[in-house]
């Protein structure tokens, strides 16, 4: 299995700030996997972060908006730019274990409100 | 490209009565398939996974789940409801273990007393 933290926890911005959320992982992983989840919404996949390799968007998510560092098999951060209240949400970041399993694992989420 | 679709954003049922949540797929390839539990203010729990294997797979919690190609349903069931079942579930889907997951819109399940 991988234990996930994330950084903070929970956040109150002012719109046009920044935050960057960061994810540590307790084992090393290939894939990382960054989710938003508005409120009372499913959860959206922003981007795939491969360690060595530039993040990979969905449609709808850009690198400026959403800029992602991956330095290593343990940790990523994403950073949520230029805040409006539209971006009040939860993220998360998932990893896939390197288990037989292949299971994904989601971190508890940051909680992101934007006033 | 693949997509889950959740019939019901809020189910409603009586404690120890049967639970149901229905999930449809559309896969161009051989699904991966998964539901997930998401208690109130608390991270996202796997329930169960299909992985090609049996068709019939059986989760935590009690819950099961049934893959059918033929409907592209991988709906899921328990049951006896509990009162401690009162959560949001998600269905999923994915082209892999290991590749990105593509979540359904939810739904909220109640229990009645």
């Known amino acids: 299995s991988a234990v996930i933290s994330q950084k903070p926890s929970r956040d109150i911005c002012q719109r046009g700030t920044s935050l960057t959320i960061q994810c540590q992982v307790d084992?090393?992983?290939?894939?990382m996997f960054w989710y938003r989840q508005q409120p009372g919404q499913s959860l959206t996949l922003i981007a795939t972060a491969n360690q060595g390799s530039e993040a990979t968007y969905e449609s709808g998510f850009v690198i400026d908006k959403f800029p992602i560092s991956r330095p290593n098999l343990t940790f990523s951060t994403l950073t949520v730019s230029n805040l409006s209240p539209e971006d009040s949400s939860i993220y998360l970041c998932?990893?896939?274990?390197?288990?037989?399993?292949?299971?994904?694992?989601f971190g508890p989420g940051t909680r992101l409100t934007v006033t | 490209a693949q997509s889950v679709t959740q019939l019901g954003s809020h189910v409603s049922v009586s404690e120890g009565a049967l639970v149901l949540l229905r999930c449809n797929y559309s896969s161009s390839v051989p699904p991966y398939l998964f539901w997930y539990v998401q208690y109130p203010n608390q991270g996202l729990q796997l329930l169960l996974k299909?992985?090609?294997?049996?068709?019939l797979v059986k989760g935590i919690n009690g819950f099961e789940a049934e893959f059918k190609k033929s409907e592209t349903s991988f709906h899921l069931t328990k049951p006896s409801a509990h009162m401690s079942d009162a959560a949001e579930y998600f269905c999923?889907?994915?082209?892999?273990?290991?590749?990105?997951?593509?979540f359904g819109s939810g739904t909220r399940l109640s229990i009645r007393p």
């Open positions: 999923a889907v994915s082209l892999s273990s290991a590749s990105k997951i593509i």
């Open positions: 998932s990893v896939v274990g390197q288990d037989v399993s292949y299971e994904q694992y």
């Open positions: 084992s090393q992983v290939t894939m």
């Open positions: 299909y992985t090609s294997a049996a068709t």
